[in-house]
């Protein structure tokens, strides 16, 4: 919770998002921080196109087997998307 004040306090603004897509967002800061610039053009291209609603959406599949019944494809969608949202805040498209 602490990094909501420090790290995610543009994050915490009206209307506050969920706190799952607060994390996704941090969790995609944090994979733009530690990727180099080879990594972060690959990762940007796999998140881009893992979001792709006519394309395979294999992560998004990946990732409701991982959450079991708990998660439906829209659900997960956001949080990609949350992911994706991190990781442009740091690592700006090109």
């Not at 998002?17 to 994979?31: C, F």
């Not at 990732?63 to 949080?79: C, F, H, K, P, Y």
């Not at 949350?82 to 690592?91: C, L, Q, R, Y």
Request: net charge negative; aromatic share 4%.
């Amino acid at each position: 919770m602490d990094r909501l004040s420090t790290d995610a306090h543009d994050l915490v603004e009206e209307p506050i998002p969920p706190l799952q897509e607060i994390g996704a967002r941090l969790l995609g800061r944090d994979m733009a921080r530690i990727s180099d610039t080879s990594a972060a053009a690959w990762v940007a291209g796999i998140l881009f196109r893992e979001q792709d609603e006519d394309g395979a959406l294999r992560l998004v599949v990946d990732m409701m087997r991982a959450a079991g019944a708990s998660a439906g494809a829209d659900e997960v969608l956001t949080l990609l998307r949350a992911v994706e949202g991190g990781f442009s805040d740091i690592v700006k498209r090109t």
